[in-house]
């Protein structure tokens, strides 16, 4: 099992900054993570996917309403994966989750790809 709990979400105006964390905490057997990814859902829309890293070769991926003002990171010392999302819009107000990926060979961005999930984070941006 891998439990996984954001942190950092809450009110922002346009224009401003927030840093989202996600902390992971195996339990039970042990097993590789290969890819954290980071989704997205609006009042009354699907989740979607925002961003992810892969374990494998480092590699990251944004969907692309977020390039270039979001930026997904790895801590390796604290076992977290953050976000740090920049020039916020109102468009980007969604709860926020974080969510691994431990079977190998998947896609990064379909949330088929993941089996374990944060609880989710708010995050709100006012106009």
């Known amino acids: 099992q891998v439990q996984l709990a954001e942190s950092g979400g ?7 900054s927030l840093r ?9 057997r042990t097993f ?29 991926y ?6 270039g003002r979001f930026t997904i990171s790895r801590d390796n010392a604290k076992n977290t ?5 920049n020039s916020l819009k109102p468009e980007d107000t ?3 989750y974080c969510a691994a990926g431990v079977r190998i060979g ?10 374990y999930w944060g609880p989710g984070t708010q995050v709100t941006v006012s106009s």
């Open 10 to 16: 809450g009110l922002v105006q346009a224009g401003g």
């Open 62 to 67: 944004y969907t692309e309403p977020v390039k």
């Open 106 to 115: 998947r896609s990064a961005t379909a949330s088929s790809s993941y089996d």
């Open 81 to 85: 994966v953050n976000l740090q999302m």
């Open 32 to 60: 590789s993570v290969y890819r954290m990814g980071w989704f997205r859902q609006a009042a009354g829309k699907e989740r979607e996917f925002v961003t992810a890293i892969s374990y494998s070769n480092g590699n990251t």
């Open 20 to 28: 989202l964390s996600c902390a992971a905490a195996a339990s039970g």
């Open 94 to 96: 969604a709860i926020y």
